[in-house]
């Protein structure tokens, strides 16, 4: 009897690797040494930056991942749009991209076609050029890019540069990943998978070209690790950081998702990796703590900037079309990382 070809099993961000196993591998990799390559692996950044000239540096990023919606166009084009984000979140512009592809030969060749065509459409969206890519016939689906941007040498944004005082500003809604999960398993309604779905499709572009304005202390962009890891990764073992869990944006069905346990198994690495790092009040329900935690794919831009510009930031970027909000603020070294109040 012929194994049944299923397009989504389940996929997008919460598919990665967890924290706790890069973080052992890459800490024995040999660190690069070239005065021009300004952004590598040490501090888990979006992407690496290579310096050309004193005014043009390369960004190149990669990401691909299985299917976590059942529509191949719309997945192509969320996949594109958070291999994409990397290049925004180091302040860059997007040029040129490449197709990843696994795909089963038995497979209808159509589902590929549409795949494709959503993440082409995603890359023009960009002002990038789809160059070309390499497939594999595999077992499974998964799709990506490899991106190559640009930036100023003098303009790279990275994650590793907030100070205390600096603001926290998060630019799409959280608990895309439990909203996946529940319609999994036939839970999610079609208005929150609806939501879900337009925040993963969505390029961090536009946020990107609102923040840089305000010259960003660091930025990243939320996506497996979680809220909280990739704050985590910000926060660079110096400094902590007071959260506001009543201002953090959101799915409002995912809240009620994750009350009922319909929460995913990367979520749990997330927590197991970083609840020794995280005090959470006692105000602070199970379901907001999941949706801290819960993978993102596409997820937002999570940026800070000084306080004094935070509140103008705040006012152009909820003139785009998704919930945004002031998160947190940096704070000096503290017992606990991470404070949610």
Known sequence: ??????????????????PAVLEKVLEKLPKT??????????????????????ELALVQTLDFFPPMV?????????????????????????????????????????????????????????????????????????????????????????????????????????GVGIV??????????????????????TLNKYAADIIKKYSPTACTDVTGFGFLGHLHEMLQNKYSALVFSDQIPLIPEALTYAEDFLISGAGQRNRNYLQERVDF?????????????????????????????ASQALGELQKLSLPVGIVGVILEQEEKEIIVE
């Open 281 to 309: 009040k006692s105000k602070v329900s199970f379901g907001m703590e999941e949706l801290l935690f819960d993978p993102q794919t596409s997820g937002g831009l999570l940026a800070s900037l000084k306080a004094e510009d």
């Open 33 to 54: 040494k070239d005065p021009n390559f300004l952004v590598g692996f040490d501090h888990s950044d979006d992407g690496a930056v290579y310096k050309l000239t004193d």
């Open 180 to 201: 996946t999960t529940a319609e999994l398993v036939g839970e999610s309604s079609p208005e929150a998978l609806f939501l879900a779905i337009e925040s993963m499709q």
């Open 70 to 174: 059942e529509d191949p166009y719309i997945f192509g084009k969320i996949a594109a749009a958070n291999a994409l984000s990397d290049v925004y979140a180091m302040g860059g512009e997007v040029k040129t991209a490449l197709n990843i592809v696994c795909f089963p030969e038995e497979m209808d060749l159509n589902i590929l076609g549409q795949m494709l065509l959503g993440g082409q459409e995603k890359v023009a969206e960009a002002g990038g050029v789809l160059a070309g890519g390499h497939s594999l016939a595999d077992q499974d689906v998964k799709y990506g890019l490899s991106v190559t941007g640009i930036v100023h040498p003098d303009r790279i944004i990275t994650n590793v540069g907030a100070e205390p005082g600096d603001v926290l500003i998060l630019t799409k809604p959280l």
């Open 1 to 18: 009897m012929e194994r049944e070809i299923v397009f989504c099993k389940g996929g997008g961000c919460t598919a990665k690797l967890g």
